[in-house]
């Protein structure tokens, strides 16, 4: 009894540390999202994480420290979240390009609070190796995973397409729909992006997409119009 009671404890004490180091880098994804890196500092993280500015030393020694630990996650995050998309059973490549499509435009990596954040460490990255490695690692499996499978619909269809060419234009293609997000919320519809995306894939591969009806624009409130509220 009194073994397990001790081999329990060590445990609490694993998973208290783990969701204050999330509280901290959530509290930072919030920082930088409003305020951007230059006003991001320990003790504005501390004070929206509602936790001591030692506590946040003892998790981080520096600002830089938490500002990778950061990247990481949100890295992390997006990878996790794409892949469980395209491991559905019985997805054809074709499917899976379409999961890829719908996980790029979920609410959950597609926001305007976590876009700003991914493109202030993209600008930071031309001047820091330790981002533009983890932004590099991320982006180039990423990368090669829509190559395939754009080279196995190019494959099954007899296609005269590049798959590097067409998978590199999907990517751009949602890269620049994420900044149309960040520049221009009060207009940005996920359900058009998503259109957008299918509408070149179907242009590409008319065999395995299917041409997007055309959708009626729809009103914007003026109230939303006029904060640009967060999408």
């Given at each position: 009894m009194p073994?397990?009671?001790?081999?329990?404890?060590?445990?609490k004490r694993a998973e208290k540390k783990e969701v204050t180091r999330q509280q901290l880098i959530a509290a930072t994804v919030d920082s930088i999202a409003a305020s951007g890196f230059a006003e991001t500092t320990l003790h504005k993280v501390s004070a929206r994480a509602n936790v001591s500015r030692s506590l946040v030393n003892f998790h981080f020694e520096s600002k830089e420290q938490l500002l990778v630990a950061t990247l990481r996650h949100l890295?992390?995050?997006?990878?996790?979240?794409?892949m469980k998309a395209i491991s559905r059973p019985g997805l054809s490549?074709?499917?899976k390009l379409n999961a890829i499509v719908d996980a790029d435009f979920h609410p959950q990596v597609c926001n305007r609070k976590k876009i700003a954040v991914w493109y202030a460490f993209w600008g930071e990255s031309k001047s820091r190796p330790t981002?533009?490695?983890?932004?590099?690692?991320?982006d180039s499996e990423f990368a090669r995973t829509m190559e395939e499978l754009t080279a196995a619909v190019v494959g099954d269809g007899g296609y005269a397409v590049s798959p590097a060419v067409a998978a590199k234009g999907l990517r751009c293609m949602i890269d620049g729909l994420w900044l149309e997000l960040l520049l221009a919320p009060a207009t940005f519809e996920r359900e058009a992006a998503k259109r957008t995306c299918r509408t070149y894939l179907a242009s590409l591969f008319p065999r395995h997409f299917d041409m997007p009806a055309a959708a009626a624009p729809a009103a914007v409130p003026e109230a939303q119009a006029a904060a640009g509220g967060e999408r």
């Open positions: 073994q397990r009671a001790a081999t329990a404890q060590p445990l890295t992390e995050e997006y990878r996790t979240f794409w490549a074709a499917g981002y533009m490695e983890v932004c590099a690692r991320a």
